[in-house]
């Protein structure tokens, strides 16, 4: 377990231009080539999955899931194509990783984050049960989130699946995952001292999250934490966080790290000096295609030895 405060890099973003907005064909995944849209993976809800190349295909492909942001009630699963996460999930592909971007029940509409982490649960639950069909592996897998997504996939990966039963098909189905990417992820509902200087300063948006306040709703408000529960058989997770994020602030992760080293849980943190949410500032570093490197290979290490890491 280590904590990662900054590394030097010497590559630069000229390589990296995507500009969110754009599309899967903007990146050359083709509808029937080597990318599935609009898959259901539970009434009303779907994904697109991303696939490598075929001379980059086997017969059973490592996997990650990825968790959009959006404060929660906004956001889409095409927030992929933005800057800070487009390279990731191209070098993923090229890696052989097949990697699946989900719709989700937001916390609007009478819907609340518990819903959230409902599908996100079964989304992998999904896969996992059809893993034959869409060539996936049943042990390399893993997850990966943003922001509010980061923090969804963290509740994801870590909260027993026995407290968000989801689909009655899908129930019998437990993801263990090999590891999490947390990019710029809130990480406590309990943890007052996160608040300052946050979007939760206020503790409104407690009520998006909870449908209530924190004393009206102490229960949800421990399982939406998952500090909570870190553990010596979490799964190894990367925090990346910005340490001029003013929306979520890099505390969050700095918390988590402590609390890891407590509970002897594996987890590291990659921190994008000068970066704010988003890793949106001037020259940060590592840069964004560094950031697309080091997640990779992290997700990349926690999969079976046969698979190539990336120089």
């Known amino acids: 377990m280590k904590l990662i405060v900054h590394i030097a890099f010497i590559f630069s973003l000229s390589s990296l231009s995507f500009l969110?907005?754009?599309?899967?064909?903007?990146?050359?995944?083709?509808?029937?080539?080597?990318?599935?849209?609009?898959?259901?993976?539970?009434?009303?809800?779907?994904?697109?999955?991303?696939?490598?190349?075929?001379?980059?295909?086997?017969?059973?492909?490592?996997?990650?899931?990825?968790?959009?942001?959006?404060?929660?009630?906004?956001?889409?699963?095409?927030?992929?194509?933005?800057?800070?996460?487009?390279?990731?999930l191209q070098k993923l592909v090229e890696n052989g990783v097949v990697v699946?971007?989900?719709?989700?029940?937001?916390?609007?509409?009478?819907?609340?984050?518990?819903?959230?982490?409902v599908d996100c649960k079964d989304a992998a639950r999904f896969l996992l049960k059809n893993a034959e069909l869409y060539k996936l592996h049943e042990e390399d897998y893993g997850i990966w989130g943003a922001s509010a997504g980061g923090h969804l996939n963290l509740v994801t990966a870590l909260v027993p699946d026995s407290n968000f039963p989801g689909?009655?098909?899908?129930?019998?189905?437990?993801?263990?995952?090999?590891?999490?990417?947390?990019?710029?992820?809130?990480?406590?509902?309990?943890?007052?001292?996160?608040r300052p200087g946050s979007i939760f300063e206020d503790r409104t948006l407690f009520t998006r999250l909870l449908g209530g306040t924190l004393e009206e709703?102490?229960?949800?408000?421990?399982?939406?934490?998952?500090?909570?529960?870190?553990?010596?058989?979490?799964?190894?997770?990367?925090?990346?966080?910005?340490?001029?994020?003013?929306?979520?602030?890099?505390?969050?992760s700095q918390y988590m790290v402590e609390v890891a080293e407590e509970k002897k849980a594996n987890?590291?943190?990659?921190?994008?000096?000068?970066?704010?949410?988003?890793?949106?500032?001037?020259?940060?570093?590592?840069?964004?295609?560094?950031?697309?490197?080091?997640?990779t290979k992290f997700i990349l290490s926690h999969f079976s030895k046969s698979l190539s890491i990336i120089d």
């Open 217 to 252: 709703k102490p229960e949800l408000a421990r399982l939406l934490s998952p500090t909570e529960f870190l553990g010596e058989n979490s799964p190894s997770i990367l925090l990346v966080h910005g340490s001029g994020d003013t929306t979520l602030p890099i505390i969050n």
């Open 267 to 295: 987890v590291e943190l990659l921190t994008v000096v000068n970066g704010g949410h988003s890793f949106f500032g001037n020259n940060i570093s590592p840069s964004l295609e560094e950031v697309a490197d080091y997640t």
């Open 100 to 117: 699946s971007t989900i719709k989700y029940r937001r916390a609007r509409d009478g819907n609340t984050a518990y819903e959230s982490v």
């Open 20 to 88: 969110y907005g754009q599309s899967a064909a903007d990146y050359g995944f083709i509808e029937g080539v080597n990318f599935k849209e609009n898959v259901t993976y539970k009434s009303g809800l779907v994904m697109d999955i991303f696939y490598p190349d075929s001379d980059k295909m086997q017969e059973k492909n490592p996997w990650v899931v990825f968790v959009h942001g959006g404060g929660w009630a906004g956001g889409t699963m095409d927030d992929i194509y933005k800057s800070s996460l487009i390279g990731t």
């Open 167 to 194: 689909d009655a098909g899908l129930s019998e189905i437990s993801p263990q995952y090999k590891c999490v990417a947390s990019f710029f992820p809130f990480t406590s509902c309990l943890n007052a001292d996160l």
